[in-house]
């Protein structure tokens, strides 16, 4: 008997039985440290698979996850941002594995290693959110559109975790505002973005930041960088008089 050949809409790449995961990645705002976060979500390959049944054979589409990542993420160009704490400066966008950085990314790299293209050690934390691979594929798609906006970087309006939330709201549907008072405004960050996502139901927190996330990026960030000077000036003025 004479194989008819049946070519299969691509069932695995839409079912939305399959679960699969997109990831926040944070640097938390520590010890002086600004913080930073960025999203990963899991990447796969397709393959064509066969099946024959009473004769006839059959051919279908498997979308099956590498156990690696796609990861992008949000800066400004250059650090002119820092004298323009409320302007818009040019931005810089990634996604990873790139031509400049080639090296795959995968949850055990960005635990032990961190995001390759700035820090060079490890994230604080990470959060997986289940989802679907039709999820995950909608979701890079809304990534790389907002990458080809090219939104300018704005440290207090439009900053790395803004970009990050504006994500995970378009994934999960979900109201989501991270922000804090610092000086004049209402800024999202990287502290109060995991504190955030980390109380939603049935997520896994892969790696958790401990305490690291408890303080208010004025206290972290700001005083933490202030008070150190300002010990340093005491000590300036009153050591040449003590000997």
């Known amino acids: ?17 399959l679960w699969a995961d997109v990831h926040l990645i944070i640097y938390a705002t520590y010890n002086g440290n600004t913080g930073h976060c960025g999203i990963a979500v899991d990447d796969y390959k397709i393959v064509v698979k066969e099946t024959i049944q009473s004769g006839h054979t059959s051919y279908y589409y498997d979308t099956i996850n590498t156990g690696t990542l796609k990861y992008y993420d949000f800066w400004p160009f250059d650090d002119v941002y820092k004298g323009q704490y409320n302007g818009d400066v040019k931005p810089l966008y990634y996604r990873l594995p790139s031509t400049t950085y080639k090296q795959l990314i995968s949850l055990k790299t960005l635990a032990d290693q961190g995001v390759p293209h700035k820090f060079g050690y490890p994230c604080d934390a990470i959060i997986s959110i289940q989802t679907t691979n039709r999820k995950d594929f909608e979701m890079i798609d809304f990534l790389e559109r907002k990458i080809n906006e090219f939104k300018s970087f704005n440290s207090m309006q439009h900053n790395c975790c803004d970009f990050v939330t504006e994500a995970l709201a378009f994934l999960t549907g979900k109201d989501l505002v991270a922000k804090e008072f610092i000086v004049k405004d209402f800024v999202t960050t990287p502290n109060e973005l995991y504190k955030n996502v980390s109380l939603w139901p049935g997520i896994t927190i892969v790696k958790n930041p401990g305490d690291k996330v408890n303080g208010t990026f004025f206290q972290e960030r700001i005083l933490a960088r202030i008070l150190p000077l300002l010990n340093a000036f005491q000590l300036f003025i009153i050591i040449p008089h003590s000997l």
């Open 1 to 17: 008997m004479r194989s008819s050949i049946l070519i299969i809409f691509i069932l695995m790449l839409f079912s939305s039985s």
